[in-house]
């Protein structure tokens, strides 16, 4: 089983030990990806360019947005496990598209 597969079902035991299936809709779980990358995008607000950089950063300051990294991740993960997505493939095809288009 690939890293992302044994995520999903790390995440998905997770949600089915607090009884969070029945929130777990595609529409919710979308908007927890807006969510989280909200918070992760407030992590960098007024900083500057190069402030932003791993090296301007400070180690709470990087804590916190490693942690908002995992968010968007656990809750973009989910979403690809309950619509039954294949992030791997999904990815590796939209870079295809991309790589024909830039
Ligand atoms: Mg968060």
Do not use: C
């Not at 790390?10 to 949600?15: D, G, R, T």
């Not at 529409?27 to 791993?54: H, Y």
């Not at 039954?84 to 288009?101: F, P, Y």
């Amino acid at each position: 089983m690939n890293e992302i597969n044994t995520l999903k079902a790390e995440i998905s035991a997770f949600a089915d030990a607090r009884n969070w299936q029945q929130f777990h809709t595609p529409k919710n779980l979308s908007m927890a990806v807006a969510g989280e990358a909200g918070e992760l995008v407030s992590e960098f607000q007024w900083l500057t360019a190069d402030g932003s950089r791993r090296s301007a950063l400070s180690a709470e300051k990087l804590s916190a947005i490693e942690l908002e990294i995992a968010d968007v991740a656990i809750y973009l993960i989910r979403l690809a496990d309950v619509l039954e997505v294949d992030i791997a493939s999904v990815v590796r095809k939209k870079l295809a598209i991309n790589d024909s288009r830039f």
